[in-house]
């Protein structure tokens, strides 16, 4: 009798018309997770050195850090949900466009006593903002189909 090994059938899938989309908005969202984090890492340890050369006091720099936290463990999340439901990616990218004006209103107005490099570095935060917003916003339309027309 003669044995015969059998293997698994494993067969390459091609992702649906759609499916880089889900991925865009997921990478999207994890690479922003991590940069919220790292920017609320640096408001909190940094708090004590920030003030000099960017003039964030730390009465700004510690509650902005501890809510980048919670907005990265948020973003984190919502990147982990098997099937990211469109009204929290919504709410991400309205969040996002929301945050890019409101920093830029922070840097350019007397509110905080902020140095040149200060202006700067809320201006390059609300540019690195603006563009996940425009990501994820990309991704969010893929994801729900109404992003495979091509442009007129």
Not at 16 to 30: E, H, Q, V
């Amino acid at each position: 009798m003669t044995s015969r090994m059998t293997l698994p059938a494993t067969t390459a899938r091609r992702p649906a018309a759609g499916g880089a989309a889900p991925d865009l908005l997921r990478t999207s969202l994890r690479f922003d997770s991590w940069g919220t984090a790292a920017f609320g890492v640096l408001l909190l340890a940094g708090s004590p050195w920030l003030d000099g050369p960017l003039g964030l006091p730390a009465s700004w720099s510690v509650p902005f850090g501890i809510a980048m936290l919670g907005g990265a463990a948020a973003l984190a999340l919502i990147a982990g949900y098997p099937r990211i439901p469109e009204r929290l990616s919504a709410t991400v990218i309205v969040a996002n466009a929301l945050s890019c004006p409101l920093l830029l209103l922070l840097a350019f107005s007397d509110l905080v006593p902020l140095t040149a490099a200060g202006t700067v570095f809320l201006v390059i935060g609300a540019v690195v903002v603006a563009v996940f917003a425009e990501l994820e916003f990309v991704g969010h339309r893929r994801a729900r189909g109404d992003g495979h027309r091509a442009p007129a």
